[in-house]
C-alpha cells in the first residue's frame, strides 16, 4: 500500500491570512495545496507564527486520510481547529518551584543511624 507524504514548501501572506504552502506525493502524484491561517488569529494570539505550518500539516493529513475530501486544494483552518490544536498542546500547568501538597503530606523517611566503627 503506496502512502500519502506531505512537505512543507513555504508560506506566503495576502491581505487577510497567511497561506502555508504544502505538497502531497501519491506514488508519481504530486499536488501543490494552500492552507490558510487568517492573520487576525496570529494578532489576538490564539496562534503563533511558529506553530502555522504544523498546524497546517495536520489539517492537510485529516483531510487527505478522509473517505471524502472536502474543498479542493485551498483549505482554511477554523477557529475551532485551532483552539483543538491549543488544547492538544498545552500542558497542564504546574505549580512554582515543584512544590506540590501531595509532597508535603508524604511522610518523611529520616535515613538510619550512621554504623559507628572503632579503630584500634
Given amino acids: 500500500m503506496v502512502k500519502a507524504t506531505v512537505e512543507y514548501v513555504g508560506f506566503r501572506t495576502s491581505p487577510k491570512r497567511r497561506e502555508y504552502v504544502l505538497r502531497s506525493h501519491f506514488g508519481a502524484e504530486v499536488h501543490e495545496y494552500t492552507v490558510g491561517i487568517a492573520l487576525t488569529a496570529f494578532a489576538a494570539g490564539r496562534v503563533r507564527l511558529q506553530d502555522g505550518p504544523e498546524i497546517c500539516y495536520l489539517r492537510l493529513l ?58 584500634d
Wanted: charged residues 20%; glycine residues 6%.
Fill in 62 to 119: 485529516r483531510e487527505l486520510e478522509s473517505a471524502t475530501p472536502s474543498s479542493g486544494d485551498d483549505l482554511t483552518i477554523t477557529d475551532a481547529e485551532l483552539a483543538d490544536y491549543v488544547t492538544a498542546h498545552t500542558t497542564p500547568a504546574r505549580g512554582r518551584g515543584g512544590f506540590s501538597a501531595a509532597a508535603a503530606t508524604a511522610p518523611v523517611r529520616t535515613p538510619p543511624p550512621p554504623v559507628a566503627t572503632h579503630r
